[in-house]
């Protein structure tokens, strides 16, 4: 084996091993596969069966992630959480140590050496490793925008990889920090609180407020309480309550696909998700871990919705404890960056019952009325409460018609609306969600059937449930 080789890969070694605040960028899959990798190839003796092996996990896994090296690296760059990109999201560039920034500028050095180990270079290196008469083959993909990457990461990536000295990109660097944050919530939109952790949600709900139609009035008071909170101004918590099936969940969630419809320019950079805003789900189970989690997204760079769905409590329940605490707050200070947006069939979320309310017995608590007025009352502790009411006749085929033109459906109208209406009286009645299910099952239909299949359409939707 070329002695130059072996001297490159002992290099590249020491350089992983010298890492100062940035060694968790290599302890992915694929960074430890990399490294595998070199340890296989760097004796001039090396195993060529061992050596190929170590190639076949480090193709297998860049396939896995669908990305090349050198984008890996600088994802994994982007989304370390060390003291650098904690300290850059609280704190001014200038008024960083001196010593943060020069270990900062030691490590870019470094993974600017691993950059340029390019999976080229690797399948060039492990042919003469392996006396193959041609190299492995390569892991490339053609540069284009990858999945799930907002706008600002992108930016970042190309600048990256544009610049030849990347220590002189540490100022840029702490700036993106301090937009976009670290760790899962510089990777994902949305997540969920599980078991004392956050979890990311790799394909959170793609849907967008255009596909929503009706409760117009709602819809605009809760772009501007969330554009509230993107700005840095106090926004409110949230009680969306109203009928089933009237998009209240999908209102909410909608919001991480939506343009500041408030600017005029509705760019890809000023997508909402983009500007920092995160979906945390949070259910009713674990709920009681309310302010716990509050507290752990408050220093965090990032705007978050806490998202609780489908809200009622029990009597003496610990989850009705936590939201009061979050929504009255305590002694510790709101958190700015944060809100609750809850959705409810009920307007009081407490259960009553007629044996609650007061009457002169033995043994009564002397002011019941005034506890069950703060039951009553709990909902009040929202600052912006929304009200859905039951879809009308003539909403709900608004709603169709809507659905009907995004999907394509080439049907008349008067049948469009006939098949509605014939779909609301046998299934789920009129709203939204009957809406968008008849839609989904016409668009079907008919690629499957065809319009004018005589067992299609019309004889099925009117078909006897039994």
């Given at each position: 084996m070329d002695s130059q080789i072996i001297t490159k890969v002992q290099f590249l070694q020491r350089q992983a091993a010298s890492l100062?605040?940035?060694?968790?960028?290599?302890?992915?899959?694929?960074?430890?596969?990399?490294?595998?990798?070199?340890?296989?190839?760097?004796?001039?003796?090396?195993?060529?069966?061992?050596?190929?092996?170590?190639?076949?996990?480090?193709?297998?896994?860049?396939?896995?992630?669908?990305?090349?090296?050198?984008e890996y690296l600088i994802l994994q760059m982007l989304r370390d959480d060390n003291p650098f990109s904690r300290a850059a999201?609280?704190?001014?560039?200038?008024?960083?140590?001196?010593?943060?920034?020069?270990a900062t500028q030691h490590d870019l050095q470094i993974l600017r050496s691993l950059y340029e180990c390019s999976s080229a270079l690797l399948s060039e290196w492990m042919q003469c490793?392996?006396?193959?008469?041609?190299?492995?083959?390569?892991?490339?993909?053609?540069?284009?925008?990858?999945?799930?990457i907002g706008f600002p990461?992108?930016?970042?990536?190309?600048?990256?990889?544009?610049s030849e000295d990347w220590t002189d990109v540490v100022e840029d660097l702490a700036t993106y920090y301090r937009q976009c944050g670290t760790g899962l919530f510089a990777e994902y939109k949305a997540l969920r609180w599980h078991s004392g952790e956050f979890i990311g949600i790799p394909h959170p709900d793609p849907i967008k407020l255009d596909e929503l139609v009706g409760y117009e009035s709602q819809k605009e008071a809760l772009l501007k309480n969330t554009e509230f909170l993107l700005s840095g101004y106090n926004a409110q918590n949230v009680l969306l309550y109203g009928s089933r099936g009237t998009g209240k969940s999908?209102?909410?969630?909608?919001?991480?696909?939506?343009?500041?419809?408030?600017?005029?320019?509705?760019?890809?950079?000023?997508?909402?998700?983009?500007?920092?805003?995160?979906?945390?789900?949070?259910?009713?189970?674990?709920?009681?871990?309310?302010?716990?989690?509050?507290?752990?997204?408050r220093e965090a760079s990032q705007k978050f919705i806490i998202f609780v769905d489908d809200l009622s409590f029990e009597e003496d329940d610990d989850a009705f404890k936590a939201l009061k605490v979050v929504l009255e707050g305590t002694l510790t200070s709101r958190s700015p960056n944060v809100v609750v947006y809850a959705t409810?069939?009920?307007?009081?979320?407490?259960?009553?019952?007629?044996?609650?309310?007061?009457?002169?017995?033995?043994?009564?608590?002397?002011?019941a009325w005034d506890t069950m007025q703060e039951k009553?009352?709990?909902?009040?502790?929202?600052?912006?409460?929304?009200?859905?009411?039951?879809?009308?006749?003539?909403?709900?085929l608004e709603i169709v018609r809507h659905l009907a033109n995004q999907a394509k459906i080439a049907i008349a109208q008067k049948d469009l609306e006939f098949k509605a209406l014939q779909w609301a009286t046998r299934h789920n009645g009129r709203s939204g969600r009957a809406a968008r299910q008849f839609i989904d099952y016409l668009k079907a239909d008919i690629a499957l059937?065809?319009?004018?299949?005589?067992?299609?359409?019309t004889n099925i939707l009117l078909a006897d449930e039994n």
């Open positions: 100062l605040l940035y060694q968790s960028v290599l302890t992915g899959q694929t960074g430890i596969a990399f490294l595998e990798m070199l340890q296989a190839i760097r004796y001039k003796d090396a195993d060529a069966r061992g050596c190929l092996q170590a190639y076949g996990n480090y193709f297998k896994s860049l396939a896995s992630e669908n990305l090349n090296w050198e999201q609280k704190h001014d560039f200038a008024s960083l140590p001196a010593s943060l920034i020069a490793v392996a006396n193959l008469p041609v190299s492995p083959v390569l892991w490339y993909m053609e540069t284009t925008e990858i999945e799930n990461q992108q930016q970042y990536i190309q600048s990256l990889q544009q999908s209102l909410v969630k909608a919001l991480l696909n939506e343009h500041n419809k408030f600017k005029q320019d509705n760019s890809q950079q000023d997508n909402f998700a983009n500007r920092g805003l995160r979906l945390i789900e949070v259910v009713k189970s674990e709920l009681k871990e309310l302010p716990l989690i509050v507290e752990k997204l409810s069939n009920r307007r009081h979320l407490i259960r009553e019952f007629f044996a609650d309310r007061p009457t002169p017995r033995d043994n009564d608590e002397v002011h009553l009352s709990f909902s009040d502790r929202f600052g912006l409460t929304l009200t859905f009411a039951p879809a009308d006749q003539s909403t709900y059937f065809g319009s004018n299949n005589p067992t299609s359409n």
